[in-house]
């Protein structure tokens, strides 16, 4: 069993039903592979009250939720585990309820100091993710985005 310690930086979206879809990054102690991932959480009543938290097992956070014309939810991710740092994203087929492909939005930084990626969707159903990581052999971070697209 999992003993979380730190939990912070929610993000929510409004789904197609009205349901507010919730997601927090969650941290532990240390002790285990995946120091970081987020957890979901549902409100039928605009926030007023909400459901139990389900783990996504996804790797990284804080999460950045949006819905994709195509339907899909993305959660974009940073990911700070070794050896896989970059910037994630994940894609749900189901409302959030789970999961599954994961896309390697920017995987190219010699260290864990990145994150905070935040996508938008242009007109031609393509993607923009912006985060902060650094270049291979800079000494400081930059802001840097990607441009990116889901596979159909």
């Not at 069993?1 to 990054?25: C, F």
């Not at 009250?49 to 389900?54: C, E, G, R, V």
């Not at 819905?67 to 994203?89: M, Q, W």
Request: contains cysteine.
């Amino acid at each position: 069993h999992i003993k979380w310690y730190y939990t912070s930086e929610p993000h929510v979206i409004e789904l197609d039903d009205g349901t507010l879809l919730g997601a927090i990054r969650v941290e532990d102690e240390g002790k285990y592979e995946n120091d970081y991932t987020i957890y979901t959480t549902r409100s039928a009543d605009g926030g007023r009250t909400w459901s139990a938290w389900k783990c996504t097992h996804i790797c990284g956070a804080p999460a950045h939720l949006m819905k994709h014309s195509s339907g899909v939810l993305i959660c974009s991710v940073g990911r700070r585990t070794k050896p896989d740092f970059g910037e994630y994203a994940y894609i749900s087929q189901d409302n959030g309820e789970t999961w599954c492909k994961e896309y390697v939005i920017n995987d190219r930084t010699p260290n864990c100091d990145l994150g905070y990626p935040c996508s938008v969707e242009l007109d031609d159903g393509s993607l923009i993710t912006v985060y902060y990581q650094k270049f291979p052999g800079d000494d400081y971070c930059s802001v840097l985005y990607s441009k990116w697209s889901l596979q159909k």
